[in-house]
Each structure stands twice: as structure tokens, then as C-alpha cells.
């Protein structure tokens, strides 16, 4: 298969760039895979459910995927699907497990069968590390048994097979790619929250915070996400790759918070065994049981090491992340209180 930035038109008369679908372009990853795509020299059609995307993008079709009567004419002349829609960070309410399983897996069926069926070459399906479930290996590697057990992470891994299901033995290339925790302007996620917190001053820094995590920054994310697309042979198509930025110290992150805020790193901390001990206590009350097991989760998630390796997609596609976490923190922080000041003179 040869799929490159630029095809020849069917009359032999000029040069005239493929054209690849990225759905979810209304939102964080997807917005930025259209514009680099774009950017690249690809003609792109985006899609998402709200009226505009986040960031301006060229021929936007504003779609709710769900109804299949759209998706002919949506995936008309396609040559590569990037399908970024997903069900994601529903922090506040979140939805029943049958809607992570509805979006995140019952729609990657139905969106790969109908590219099949209109003959697309492509399919590159956006998962999650999350796949793996907590009690992964530490530096996880794409050989690590799929042991989800959230409604989130089971409804990836159902993304997954499916889609492999339907590509396997047919003309159209598939892939899923598995991005650690993002960051960057517009991140609607954890370090966004995490920022949030610390700005509001409702952030306590517990343990010495040297265990490890993985972070992506968007862009960087978007530009594997166009190197895949545009390497002209897959060496393992159906297959899944993580992507992995750096692997960090978590106070490294916090430092890179404060001094984005122009604020003083303290070194101050609460011991571990303080709050785990409060909320092992207040996960035996009744009244307060429910939220207090949410906080042992989140406390635990903060404190332990969650590392991933991504070696394997680095070699395959020659791939190297570009964007320093100091400085995707700094612009991030700068971007949302730009944001905010504008919200405030509204």
C-alpha cells in the first residue's frame, strides 16, 4: 500500500492531495490532528458534534456520528479515517457504562464498516493506555494483557476488537493508538485539573512526589498521529502502539505548574500514610463511604508510578517527541488565563 502526503488526480493533470476524515475535530486531539494534517498537505474533512471546533479548521461538518444515514456521504472519496471521537474526562457526571460502550466501541464498529464499505485504505482508531487497567507492569509495554476493569477502559479495549474484527482479512489497514495522559492549550483532562486545583490553592502536595508518570503533549500526539498516516507501509497493520512522551517525576510536573503561575516551589508535603489513614477510616462511615473510596482511588492513582514504554511506535514510524513538558505547561497555564480574562471583560 502506498499512501503518501500527495496523489496524482485521476486525469493525469495535476497533483491534488488525498483526503483524510478525522472525527472528534471539535475537540482537543482532534482539532489539532486536522490542522497538521492540513498542514502536512492532505485535504481534510473534520467532524464533530458541536456547531465549531476548537481550533479553526478548514471544512468542518458539524455530525452526529450515531446516525449511520450520515456516514456515506461523510466518508465519500476518504482515503484514511483518524477516528478522535471518544467518550472521555466526564469528571462531574459521569455517564452509565452502557454509554462508554456505546460511543467508545459500538461506534468505532459501525464507523470501520462504513469506511470499509466505501473503500477506505486507512483506519486509525484513538484508544487509550487506559486499557491496561492499574495494576499494569511497570514500564508497560504493548505486550501487556488488556485488564481494564473501568467502564472507560473496557469500552477501549471493545473499540479495539472491533475494529480489528472488521478490518482484519480486507483491503483496509488498521491501528490503534494508545497516548498517555496529554497536556496542552484547551486540555480538558487530568493536568488541567491538576493546574485548576493548584491555582484555586486547594491542591496539598502529599508524599515527596518522586514516583514516575508519562505525559504526551498535544501536539506532539497530532504529529505521530500524521506520521503514521502518511508512512507509506505499516510493518504491523492492526496492531497498537503506545505514545509516550517523557516519563517524568510527578514534582518535576509540579514545579513546571508553580513556576508557569510565577509562583514558589515549596518543598513542603504531607506524609502518604496521613490522608490514606483519614480515608480508610472515613470509607467505614455510611454517610460519607462513597465519596471517601473515590478519594482512595484518586490518592492512589496520584502516588503511584504509571509508566509506559513506547519504543515499539518510535522505531516503526522514526518518531521522536519535540515539545519539553516545561514549556507545553507554561503555554497551557497561559493560554487558559487568556482565556479566562476574556470571559471576565464578557
Known amino acids: 500500500m502506498n499512501i503518501v502526503p500527495i496523489t496524482q488526480s485521476t486525469d493525469n493533470s495535476q497533483l491534488v492531495p488525498p483526503i483524510a476524515l478525522v472525527t ?36 468542518y461538518i458539524p455530525c452526529n456520528l450515531e446516525l449511520t444515514d450520515k456516514l456515506p456521504k461523510l466518508l465519500a472519496g476518504v482515503a484514511v479515517v483518524v477516528h478522535c471521537a471518544g467518550l472521555a474526562h466526564q469528571f462531574d457526571f459521569p455517564p ?3 454509554r462508554f460502550q456505546q460511543i467508545n466501541a459500538d461506534l468505532v464498529k459501525r464507523m470501520a464498516v462504513a469506511a ?22 511497570a514500564d508497560c509495554t504493548e505486550e501487556a494483557p488488556l485488564a481494564a476493569t473501568s467502564p472507560y477502559g473496557l469500552s477501549k ?13 480486507t483491503n483496509m489497514e488498521s491501528v490503534s493508538l494508545r497516548p498517555v495522559v496529554m497536556f496542552g492549550p484547551g486540555d480538558p483532562g487530568n493536568v488541567a485539573r491538576l493546574i485548576a486545583a493548584i491555582t484555586g490553592r486547594r491542591f496539598w502536595r502529599i508524599g515527596r512526589a518522586t514516583n514516575l508518570k508519562c505525559f504526551l503533549h498535544v501536539r506532539d500526539c497530532a504529529r505521530a498521529i500524521v506520521t503514521c498516516v502518511s508512512q507509506p507501509h505499516w510493518p504491523r497493520p492492526h496492531d ?24 514558589r516551589t515549596t518543598s513542603c508535603y504531607i506524609p502518604k500514610w496521613l490522608p490514606a489513614t483519614m480515608l480508610a477510616i472515613a470509607a467505614r ?32 514510524f522514526d518518531w521522536t517527541p519535540e515539545e519539553s513538558l516545561e514549556a507545553g505547561i507554561q503555554e497551557q497555564i497561559a493560554t487558559e488565563q487568556i482565556a479566562t480574562e476574556k470571559r471576565v471583560k464578557r
Open 24 to 59: 472528534g475535530a471539535s475537540g482537543f486531539l482532534g482539532a489539532e490532528v486536522a490542522r497538521q494534517l492540513a498542514a502536512a498537505g492532505w485535504t481534510v474533512r473534520s467532524t464533530g458534534r458541536t456547531a465549531s471546533p476548537f481550533h479553526p479548521v478548514t471544512n
Open 96 to 98: 452509565e457504562p452502557e
Open 116 to 137: 470499509l464499505h466505501a473503500g477506505v485504505k486507512r483506519f486509525v482508531l484513538i484508544s487509550s493506555v487506559s486499557v491496561y487497567g492499574y495494576d499494569h507492569p
Open 157 to 169: 479495549i471493545e473499540g479495539e476488537r472491533l475494529l480489528k474484527l472488521v478490518a482484519a482479512g
Open 240 to 263: 497498537a502502539y503506545n505514545l509516550v512522551g517523557e516519563t517524568v517525576q510527578v514534582r518535576r510536573l509540579l514545579y513546571a505548574i508553580d513556576a508557569g503561575l510565577g509562583r
Open 285 to 316: 462511615l455510611p454517610l460519607i463511604s462513597p465519596k471517601a473510596k473515590r478519594w482512595q482511588s484518586t490518592l492512589a492513582t496520584f502516588v503511584r508510578d504509571d509508566t509506559y514504554n513506547g519504543q515499539r511506535f518510535r522505531h516503526d
